[in-house]
């Protein structure tokens, strides 16, 4: 009886334990309800002595919390002590990289109790009407004047034409302010534009983005001295200075901050006269642009050996801008990135002597290099390759969904067999992934977010989906993909896809090191605040702050371990923001946020600095991160757009794979977690109903994949924004005539198949069966009409290029 009245009072006590946790409730509030819960329960149990003396000892340890003296003096000081012994130092380096921009609904998730009012206010994707009129006027007219076929694979360059209807309509300044003479677009224009170019020419939409990205006009705008802005800015808005930057070099890849490119300041004569400048040496590659580039955006490390300047010896890395004419600056020689050719190369300077007012910000910001870059780089990188992914996304998803229609074996169009419905339903879902995510980060990036953590998971994820998608394309397009020819949209993107994959950050190391890495730091609630307590020098100050800090990050992790457990018992627990068909979706996301916030705690307390060697388990936690960022831009997304009923397959499609792969990153870090013990805890914790989610049917898949083999209204809104002008040299717009002609005609080429079946009628080829159906009044003469051009149609795009020795010679 004893023993059964203590398992009760036991049970009672941990479920108020956990419920008070779940509620976050104040520390005080906490114990004043637990002393009065263990007050009844000693005047009314006869619980066995030992368990209340327990209970008891608990609730002293509980109230001693509370007064801060004895917490300070007794707890707080121990561990500040400890933390002081092991807090690894942080380079200048990495402490530039870790303040690098703002902390957006990253910092919601790394919280564990996501705000979703902080998405929800996100504005919805809009246009201004300049924006609107630039993309439907010289963006289509760009697109129309560009041939992919021979800028990549015979002339290895676009035509002057190109070139000089891309300066004169201000597409090398869309991010430039109008008063310097740019157009001063939003984002989402910008990765709108991008977008539609890529789905025309990846050749040109890789000259278009370094201007538009990470390159001289962001770092004036943001450092430039005011000569510096009014001199070159107006310039590079023209085109009449073509910008590159050239950070990368033979030895100075990914980890760029090693560059052994140098700057030493000194005397020397520049333009007749003596003054001081700097002697630069350097050398670098891959630098997109380099060969055309009149204006090289260049980072060295600066050292003022003589003490020129002042007291400081080595300044660091620092950015200038060289004109590319400079005496002793080597610029020409060209690399060739696979499938786009476009225009990329080394630059080279050899004791190159130049003033220092070509450094950007002039030598106020000598030895800020980095911080400038790694503070641009946030909100470049999560639009510009970002923008290439969903136009090449969209474009995919538009010519396969058509291409399976048109493309009959066995007598069937291709996708009417499960095989291809599969791929094409991912690359649907995937399409529309990435379109989500990149419209609500690009209006985030519009109301002034500079989301770091964000960008690295939208250059990582946005390119690898669209490798994904492009993967499955050409799967699905089979020998038409892979012969190349003028009548291949496909293969030079895909031969191109790498080249994302690489450029601003190769994505092994941003998803091993940077998202998570960077996101623990920058978007974590207490750690950079507990980090600052412990650096403070003043001893009283600093134990104050750590005490606070402290003893709020020890109640946040267990409040998010008690709500990962309970709303884990039920995908019915937990508040969502709306009601309805996506209404499970935020509670999962809300559950496995507590989740994720509660591991990452646990897995910086056990592993500590050795969690950034343990790459693979670092880069699943980031992956955790990017689905249910992922996932929370689908919802977003589809809150925003109007057209929920066709939109709905595809935000079910993509929310329940990026929920499923969340569970599948958690098994997998709790199979190879270090501490086996810990990681039993942890499961227990986090999967108390075990692991239950399933990704989406395979009728989920095929429900979309049919959906945009069809022309439905989810084509249309999953793949808008791409180049499908009706023009005879446009591929997309070839392919949707095809389509649409497909379900005017199918039905009739299907009612005069039947008929030869039935063997009302004979004849071996299309035309000898039309005239035959003609004749027995199957089928009218319109619809043999309408048949005989379908059969055109696609014939035009079922065939493939071929070429005579002489031709190929000239092909690359
Ligand atoms: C087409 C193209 C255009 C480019 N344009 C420019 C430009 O305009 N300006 C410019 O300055 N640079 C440019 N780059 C350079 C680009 O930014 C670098 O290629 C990139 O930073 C990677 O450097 P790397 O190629 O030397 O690879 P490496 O640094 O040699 O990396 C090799 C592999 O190791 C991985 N890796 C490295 N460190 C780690 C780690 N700690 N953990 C896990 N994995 C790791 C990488 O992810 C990669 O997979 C361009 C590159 C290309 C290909």
């Not at 589809?638 to 929920?644: A, I, L, Q, V």
């Amino acid at each position: 009886m004893v023993i059964t009245s203590s398992i009760v009072w036991l049970f009672i006590f941990f479920v108020a334990i956990i419920v008070l946790f779940y509620k976050a409730v104040e520390l005080r509030i906490a114990t004043i309800s637990l002393g009065i819960g263990l007050l009844v329960c000693t005047i009314f149990s006869n619980t066995a002595g030992v368990l209340l003396v327990i209970f008891w000892v608990f609730f002293v340890l509980l109230l001693a919390l509370n007064i801060p003296e004895i917490r300070r003096n007794y707890i707080s000081t121990q561990v500040l002590k400890f933390y002081k012994s092991v807090l690894p130092k942080i380079s200048q380096t990495e402490q530039e990289a870790i303040d690098a921009g703002s902390v957006w609904w990253d910092g919601e998730i790394f919280s564990g109790n996501p705000e979703w009012d902080i998405l929800r206010k996100n504005p919805k994707p809009k246009f201004s009407k300049e924006e609107q009129a630039f993309l439907d006027g010289p963006v289509n007219e760009v697109c129309e004047m560009t041939n992919e076929w021979e800028a990549s694979h015979i002339n290895h360059d676009l035509p002057q034409e190109v070139w000089d209807f891309v300066k004169a309509k201000g597409f090398f300044g869309m991010i430039i302010p109008k008063k310097y003479g740019g157009l001063e677009f939003s984002p989402l224009a910008v990765a709108s534009v991008m977008s539609k170019i890529i789905s025309r020419s990846g050749h040109l939409n890789s000259i278009i983005g370094v201007p538009n990205s990470l390159g001289p006009a962001e770092l004036l705008l943001h450092y430039g001295t005011p000569e510096q802005r009014n001199d070159l800015l107006p310039k590079l808005a023209s085109g009449e200075e073509i910008p590159c930057f050239a950070l990368t070099g033979p030895h100075a890849g990914s980890d760029a901050a090693a560059m052994p490119d140098t700057g030493i300041i000194c005397k020397g004569k520049f333009e007749g006269k003596e003054i001081i400048g700097m002697k630069l040496n350097f050398n670098k590659r891959y630098i997109t642009l380099a060969p055309v580039a009149t204006l090289v955006g260049l980072a060295f490390k600066l050292y003022d050996p003589d003490h020129l300047l002042g007291e400081k010896k080595e300044y660091g890395i620092t950015c200038a801008l060289i004109p590319s004419k400079t005496k002793g600056l080597e610029i020409g020689r060209r690399h060739l990135p696979p499938g786009v050719p476009f225009m990329n190369g080394t630059i080279i300077g050899k004791d190159i002597f130049v003033p220092l007012d070509y450094i950007i910000g002039g030598t106020e910001q000598a030895g800020k290099g980095w911080r400038m870059l790694v503070e641009c780089l946030s909100a470049g990188r999560a639009i510009s390759l970002p923008s290439g992914a969903m136009g090449g996304a969209k474009t995919g998803a538009w010519v396969t969904g058509a291409y399976t229609r048109v493309r009959e074996q066995f007598n069937v169009p291709i996708a009417e067999f499960e095989g291809i419905t599969e791929p094409l339903g991912r690359i649907a879902g995937n399409t529309y992934i990435i379109t989500a995510s990149l419209n609500t980060t690009a209006m985030a990036i519009g109301t002034g977010e500079k989301p770091a953590v964000i960008s690295a998971i939208m250059k990582y994820h946005a390119t690898e989906l669209a490798r994904k998608v492009s993967r499955d394309a050409m799967d699905i397009h089979g020998g038409k993909a892979v012969m190349l020819g003028p009548k291949n949209y496909l293969s030079t993107a895909h031969q191109a896809s790498p080249v994302a994959i690489t450029v601003e950050g190769a994505n092994i190391l941003t998803r091993s090191l940077i998202i998570f890495g960077q996101g623990a730091f920058r978007c974590h609630p207490f750690v950079l605040k507990e980090i600052a307590a412990i650096e403070e020098e003043d001893h009283d100050e600093s134990l104050e702050l750590f005490d606070q800090h402290f003893f709020n990050h020890v109640a946040n992790t267990l409040s998010n371990a008690s709500r990962s457990f309970i709303l884990g018992l039920s995908k019915k627990f937990g508040d969502s923001p709306v009601v309805g068909e996506t209404e499970s979706y935020y509670k999962q996301i809300n559950r496995f946020s507590a989740a994720f916030a509660f591991l990452t705690d646990v897995s910086m307390l056990v592993l500590g600095g050795s969690l950034k060697r343990k790459e693979t388990l670092s880069a699943r936690l980031g992956d955790i991160l990017s689905s249910l960022y992922l996932a929370s831009t689908s919802l977003k997304y589809y809150e925003d757009m109007g057209d929920k009923e066709a939109d709905l397959p595809l935000v079910h499609w993509a929310c329940q794979t990026l929920i499923f792969e969340t569970q599948e990153s958690f098994h997998q870090i709790l199979s190879n977690f270090p501490n086996r013990i810990i990681a039993g805890l942890l499961r227990f914790l986090i999967f108390p109903t075990g692991r239950n989610i399933k990704g989406p049917l395979i009728e989920t898949t095929l429900t979309i994949g049919n959906l945009i083999s069809r022309n439905t209204s989810t084509r249309d809104n999953l793949c808008q924004g791409i180049y499908i002008k009706d023009e005879p040299t446009n591929h997309l717009a070839i392919m949707q005539n095809a389509l649409e002609l497909y379900e005017v005609v199918y039905p009739i080429k299907v009612e005069v198949m039947t008929a030869r079946k039935k063997g009302l009628i004979e004849g071996q080829t299309l035309e000898e069966l039309v005239a035959a159906a003609e004749n027995a009044s199957i089928i009218t003469k319109e619809q043999v009409m309408q048949l005989l051009e379908y059969d055109k149609v696609t014939l035009d795009i079922i065939n493939v290029d071929d070429f005579s020795e002489e031709e190929l010679t000239k092909i690359h």
